[in-house]
């Protein structure tokens, strides 16, 4: 899989709105951007995932630039149980149609401030 | 949704001794099932891939003869620390890919967390 950059950490007030970006600079045709998140002492959970257009779901919105060399998970309105590990992976369906394991970077610290 | 359990959500143990770990997919069928290990302040690193009736595929610097892994259904894998010691003291999460899913869905397990004294 492509390797994914994320800040280390970052810092929003309970109720605002969270941008976590992600640069994938050598994003290649084939992959899907997924996020998952970790919140401590658990495994991760699906997020969301896209490929080219931006796309919602209950958790969160994922908006892809049109390059496709950065995204940006958008949580609309954070509470305390966001806080979490946020990690942003990339996956190529054009081998064994997603039967790989997953490769996690560091991934981004979400603190949130009551 | 889909879920994963683990079981023993924690465990504790002598140097020395083994450890089974159980992951199940409880509501989906799994021909594919991953085991990754979590040190503290650190990543998640895959270990292994388990595939329903054959031999686990292990990743680079992983002792399949320390790590071993058997996953004899369709809803359930196993991952045995063999002669565990305490620099194997780690959380280790399992995840399943849904057979059913187009996208490959995987599911994580919540993760047991070894000490070995």
């Known amino acids: 899989d492509a390797k994914t950059t994320q800040p280390n950490s970052m810092e929003s007030n309970e109720e605002e709105p969270v941008h976590l970006p992600c640069n994938h600079s050598?994003?290649?045709?084939?992959?899907?951007i997924h996020w998952y998140r970790q919140l401590p002492s658990q495994g991760p959970e699906y997020v969301i995932h896209?490929?080219?257009s931006n796309v919602n779901n209950r958790m969160a919105s994922l908006a892809i630039a049109e390059d496709r060399k950065s995204s940006t998970l958008i949580l609309h309105r954070a509470t305390l149980r966001d806080a979490a590990v946020y990690y942003c992976?990339?996956?190529?369906?054009?081998?064994?149609?997603?039967?790989?394991?997953?490769?996690f970077g560091k991934g981004t610290h979400l603190i949130i401030q009551p | 949704g889909a879920v994963v359990s683990q079981h023993p959500s924690r465990v504790i143990c002598k140097s020395g001794t083994s450890v089974k770990i159980e992951c199940r997919s409880l509501?989906?069928?799994?021909?594919?099932m991953f085991w990754y290990r979590q040190f503290p302040k650190q990543s998640l690193m895959l270990m292994a891939t388990?595939?329903?009736?054959?031999?686990?595929?292990?990743e680079q610097g992983v002792e399949k003869d320390k790590f071993l892994i058997n996953h004899a259904s369709l809803t359930l894998s196993t991952l045995t620390v063999t002669s565990a010691h305490p620099e194997d003291s780690s959380f280790y999460i399992c995840s399943a890919r849904d057979s059913a899913s187009r996208r490959g869905a995987q599911y994580f397990g919540p993760g047991t967390r070894l000490l070995v004294l």
């Open positions: 050598t994003i290649s045709g084939t992959d899907y």
């Open positions: 388990s595939n329903e009736g054959s031999k686990a595929t292990y």
């Open positions: 509501d989906f069928q799994a021909t594919t």
């Open positions: 992976i990339l996956r190529d369906f054009d081998s064994g149609g997603g039967a790989d394991g997953l490769t």
């Open positions: 896209g490929l080219t």
